[in-house]
């Protein structure tokens, strides 16, 4: 899976088990990927080492059918809209009327 970062969401600390949770979203030419991962670490752990964990479960996380995961597609480029220019010189000086009586 090729991708081109990967971004921890909202960092939870689960006392009962110990472990650090949080989603990790993976940007992919395909479109965006979060993933559930957690690391075992206690509450003072380095947040580099967390990080580390996090996103290495969360890559591996990508390969296992049964692990909670959502994928949004990325969505394809929106038109460039451009104003449409008058066909004859009639129709440009219609516009203008319309305008001027807008007014």
């Known amino acids: 899976m090729a991708q081109s970062h990967a971004q921890i969401g909202n ?5 009962a088990t110990a472990q650090h949770e949080a ?8 479109g965006r990927v979060r993933v559930a991962a957690s ?3 206690p509450l003072d752990a380095d947040p580099e080492v967390v990080r580390r964990q996090l996103i290495s479960d ?3 996380g990508c390969r296992e059918p049964d692990r ?3 994928r ?13 220019r008058p066909s004859t010189s009639l129709a440009g000086a ?3 009327l319309r305008r001027l009586h807008a007014a």
């Open 68 to 70: 909670l995961r959502s």
């Open 11 to 15: 960092l939870t600390y689960n006392a």
């Open 39 to 41: 690391a075992d670490a």
């Open 72 to 84: 949004l597609k990325a969505s394809p480029p929106e038109p460039v809209l451009r104003a449409a």
């Open 94 to 96: 219609m516009d203008w």
């Open 23 to 30: 989603l990790v979203t993976f940007h992919t030419a395909g």
């Open 58 to 60: 969360a890559m591996l």
